[in-house]
């Protein structure tokens, strides 16, 4: 069972990138699927997540408008597309399975973890 995210690169501020978080072993279509970043001296960070049940997008408000999440089932993969990119996302991005995610209190959250895959370094040049 594997999560693998892939995709990352170095790109100037204002550009764009494609992640994708590969599954093998398992299939993603009954996951919830949470994108999560970590930057160097900063805490973990969840971005976005699309749920398995409704394929409904929930999306962290530094991220909202700018990133969008979306899912192929067939190809067992779900894409990250980020737009207008900001030297603040300069991050290790991961994806990984959740039990929930949504919006509580109005804010964006993702948790219950559950598979973690490796991740992919993104680098936003300003």
């Known amino acids: 069972v594997q999560l693998q995210a892939s995709g990352g690169g170095l790109v100037q501020a204002g550009g764009s990138l494609r992640l994708s978080c590969a599954a093998s072993?398992?299939?993603?279509?009954?996951?919830?699927i949470a994108w999560f970043r970590q930057a160097p001296g900063k805490e973990r960070e969840g971005v976005s997540c699309i749920s398995s049940s409704d394929r409904n997008e929930y999306y962290a408000d530094s991220v909202r408008g700018r990133l969008t999440i979306s899912r192929d089932n067939a190809k067992n993969t779900v894409y990250l597309q980020m737009n207008s990119l900001r030297p603040e996302d300069t991050a290790v991005y991961h994806c990984?399975?959740?039990?929930?995610?949504?919006?509580?209190?109005?804010?964006?959250?993702?948790?219950?973890?559950?598979?973690w895959g490796k991740g992919t370094q993104v680098t936003v040049s300003s």
């Open positions: 072993g398992f299939s993603l279509d009954y996951q919830n």
């Open positions: 990984a399975t959740v039990q929930g995610c949504g919006y509580r209190r109005g804010r964006y959250y993702a948790d219950g973890i559950h598979y």
